[in-house]
């Protein structure tokens, strides 16, 4: 006597974690959130207000601000590799190091500038650093 089975669905290996998430994480949920710091650089010389001793940060804010800007809004319409991603992590580094090569923190009146590029400066390296590392997993899970 045989028994006969009901042949069931094939098994199927699941992936750890599907590949087009990962791109789609990195390029637009990254992407938007240096959208949001861009735009945050944009609006701080209005936020802090505009004292004549920081002038110098505030152009600086909406110069760092702009490449940030243009950076994150191409990760909409195109796939980013490591480049923009360490352009964005330098851009973090001289906002972090900015108040001190400018000479900001030598203003007789505290107008909020220096905070703000610390604190940006600080997201943008995390976000570029994400983003990198995002990239080089899904190269190696793509090989």
Avoid: C
């Avoid at 710091?37 to 002038?55: E, H, M, N, R």
């Amino acid at each position: 006597m045989a028994t006969a089975h009901k042949p069931g669905p094939a098994r199927t290996k699941r992936k750890p974690v599907d590949q087009s998430l990962m791109r789609a994480q990195r390029q637009q949920i990254i992407g938007l959130l240096m959208l949001l710091s861009a735009v945050v650089l944009f609006v701080a010389p209005w936020i802090v207000g505009y004292p004549d001793t920081a002038k110098d940060a505030h152009r600086n804010e909406l110069g760092v601000g702009m490449i940030v800007f243009f950076i994150a809004l191409s990760r909409f319409f195109h796939y980013p590799g490591k480049w923009p991603d360490l352009v964005v992590l330098a851009a973090g580094a001289w906002m972090i190091a900015s108040p001190w090569v400018i000479s900001t923190q030598n203003t007789e009146v505290f107008d909020g500038a220096q905070v703000i590029d610390v604190v940006l400066g600080i997201v943008l390296m995390v976000l570029a650093s994400l983003s990198l590392l995002l990239l080089g997993l899904t190269r190696r899970r793509e090989e």
